[in-house]
């Protein structure tokens, strides 16, 4: 199948450039060893012989441990380096034991690798004289899943979906250097969301200053700016911290996990990693955004509401309900005013409470005051006129329509739920 051994070969080869050093050297031989005793395991057809093929370079080489995980996906030879074999070395794996083949891989530490290929090569009619080089159909391209575990064509399942109503897509950024994994991340969550993608951390900042995301997925190592100094960048600047973040990395232990965590990440995911599983970390982090804007949108009291925030989110929030608190009264004090005392732009305003809590501003100050309406209706020591005054409000009617709006009842209600006691 030449285009099977076609992916086989180029992804070897690839791997082995991007380890060799300059003036490193890759070499490739080929043969053919006769066996006319060999049967696949599919069917009785004889295999006249078998392909091989060796390919060797000078490279770093690898310890016995990175060796036995070279054909994981993702695998990262050295957390030092940039290097990590995507999704290539796993393909190879999968695509000659689809062909019934088998690879071994030899590498010394310092010296360089070597990989050992045995391909059958089956002749479909060996007693057909008049066609003597007739070999096998191509093999079909839909049992590549199986073989690379779901990877390449990975389809999510129903339960792990992301969707907003009326089919609009979140936005995602992905922000990975290896191309591989970031064509497939890419790939995989461009179905349900609109996805973009940048080469390290700097690249990000320039993407994220045109349009916030909905959530990042960052490696951690990168050239320029690594995920967790992009981390720690995001998380500091008011106008962004709300973004959650997912780490992926191939540093091990937990010191590399507690360093992400204490700089704000989300979550955190070591490579190679299980797709389904940032699938649902992804859903998971999503629906409780979600729940917070839906708590926000109808809440009965700021602790209740922002019980669950980070810390960031939290005082942020606190603030802007501490600053309309001190001039509930002044029924002029409007967007502009917040911005100003806040000392943030109305656009940025806007922008990170309608991604954080799903209100905009003007909905945001609203519900503030005339949550603190309702506290004041519940004391039963005022009427509805004197507590519309008390939060800013010179329309009666005007209130008590907003006030039903959000509450679903009249500002009466609580009145008559007292005097009904």
Same mark, same amino acid.
């Given at each position: 199948? +030449?285009?099977?051994?076609?992916?086989?070969? =180029?992804?070897?080869?690839?791997?082995?450039?991007?380890? &060799?050093?300059?003036?490193?050297?890759?070499?490739?031989?080929?043969? /053919?060893?006769?066996?006319?005793?060999?049967?696949?395991?599919?069917?009785?057809?004889? &295999?006249?012989?078998?392909?091989k093929?060796?390919?060797?370079?000078?490279?770093?080489?690898?310890?016995?441990?990175?060796?036995?995980?070279?054909?994981?996906?993702?695998?990262s030879?050295?957390?030092?380096?940039?290097?990590?074999?995507?999704?290539?070395?796993?393909? !190879?794996?999968?695509? /000659? *034991?689809?062909?019934?083949?088998?690879?071994?891989?030899?590498?010394?530490?310092?010296?360089?690798?070597?990989?050992?290929?045995?391909?059958? %090569?089956?002749?479909?009619?060996?007693?057909?004289? %008049?066609?003597?080089?007739?070999? !096998?159909?191509?093999?079909?391209?839909?049992?590549?899943?199986?073989?690379?575990?779901?990877?390449?064509?990975?389809?999510?399942?129903?339960?792990t979906?992301?969707?907003?109503?009326?089919?609009?897509?979140?936005?995602?950024?992905?922000?990975?250097?290896?191309?591989?994994?970031?064509?497939?991340l890419? *790939?995989?969550?461009?179905?349900?969301?609109k996805? =973009?993608?940048?080469?390290?951390?700097?690249?990000?900042?320039?993407?994220?200053?045109?349009?916030?995301?909905?959530?990042?997925?960052?490696?951690?190592?990168?050239?320029?700016m690594?995920?967790?100094?992009l981390?720690?960048?995001?998380?500091?600047?008011?106008?962004?911290?709300?973004?959650?973040? /997912?780490?992926?990395?191939?540093?091990?232990?937990?010191?590399?996990?507690?360093?992400?965590l204490?700089?704000?990440?989300?979550?955190?995911?070591?490579?190679?990693?299980?797709?389904?599983?940032?699938?649902?970390? #992804?859903?998971?982090?999503?629906?409780?955004?979600?729940?917070?804007?839906?708590?926000?949108?109808?809440?009965? =009291?700021?602790?209740?509401?922002?019980?669950?925030?980070?810390? *960031?989110?939290?005082?942020?929030?606190?603030?802007?309900?501490?600053?309309?608190?001190?001039n509930?009264?002044?029924?002029?004090?409007?967007?502009?005013?917040?911005?100003? +005392?806040?000392?943030? &732009?109305?656009?940025?305003l806007?922008?990170?409470?309608?991604?954080?809590?799903?209100? =905009?501003?003007?909905?945001?100050?609203?519900?503030?005051?005339?949550?603190? +309406?309702?506290?004041?209706?519940?004391?039963?020591?005022?009427?509805?006129?004197? !507590?519309?005054?008390? !939060?800013?409000?010179?329309?009666?009617?005007?209130?008590?329509?907003?006030?039903k709006? #959000?509450?679903?009842?009249?500002?009466?209600?609580?009145?008559?739920?007292? &005097?009904?006691?």
């Amino acid at each position: 199948d +030449a285009d099977k051994l076609e992916k086989i070969i =180029s992804n070897i080869l690839s791997n082995s450039c991007k380890v &060799s050093e300059n003036n490193g050297k890759i070499t490739v031989d080929i043969d /053919i060893k006769e066996n006319d005793h060999l049967k696949t395991v599919n069917n009785n057809l004889t &295999s006249r012989s078998d392909l091989k093929i060796h390919i060797s370079d000078t490279g770093p080489g690898m310890t016995e441990e990175k060796l036995s995980k070279l054909f994981d996906p993702f695998f990262s030879e050295d957390n030092r380096s940039n290097f990590s074999s995507g999704i290539g070395l796993a393909l !190879v794996n999968g695509l /000659i *034991k689809l062909l019934e083949g088998k690879i071994e891989v030899k590498s010394e530490h310092g010296k360089g690798t070597d990989f050992y290929i045995s391909i059958p %090569l089956i002749d479909s009619a060996p007693e057909d004289k %008049l066609y003597p080089n007739k070999f !096998v159909d191509k093999i079909s391209d839909k049992n590549l899943t199986a073989i690379i575990n779901n990877l390449e064509d990975y389809e999510p399942d129903e339960d792990t979906i992301i969707r907003e109503e009326n089919e609009v897509k979140y936005e995602m950024l992905i922000v990975e250097d290896n191309q591989d994994l970031s064509r497939f991340l890419h *790939k995989h969550y461009s179905k349900t969301f609109k996805t =973009s993608v940048a080469g390290n951390g700097m690249d990000a900042l320039t993407k994220i200053e045109k349009s916030h995301p909905d959530i990042i997925i960052s490696d951690v190592m990168m050239p320029v700016m690594d995920g967790n100094e992009l981390c720690n960048t995001l998380k500091e600047n008011i106008e962004t911290s709300h973004i959650p973040i /997912i780490l992926l990395t191939a540093k091990s232990g937990t010191d590399s996990k507690l360093e992400s965590l204490s700089l704000g990440a989300d979550s955190y995911m070591n490579k190679p990693f299980n797709v389904k599983e940032l699938d649902l970390k #992804v859903k998971n982090i999503l629906k409780y955004v979600e729940d917070t804007k839906k708590r926000f949108a109808k809440f009965d =009291s700021m602790d209740e509401s922002t019980s669950k925030m980070q810390n *960031k989110e939290l005082q942020f929030i606190t603030s802007l309900n501490e600053i309309i608190l001190q001039n509930i009264n002044d029924s002029e004090f409007h967007i502009n005013e917040l911005c100003k +005392a806040a000392y943030i &732009s109305r656009a940025h305003l806007h922008r990170k409470l309608k991604k954080s809590i799903g209100l =905009s501003t003007s909905e945001f100050i609203r519900n503030v005051r005339l949550n603190e +309406a309702r506290k004041l209706l519940k004391t039963q020591k005022h009427t509805v006129s004197e !507590v519309a005054f008390k !939060v800013g409000y010179d329309n009666l009617g005007y209130f008590s329509t907003l006030f039903k709006k #959000v509450f679903d009842e009249a500002p009466s209600f609580y009145l008559k739920e007292e &005097s009904t006691n």
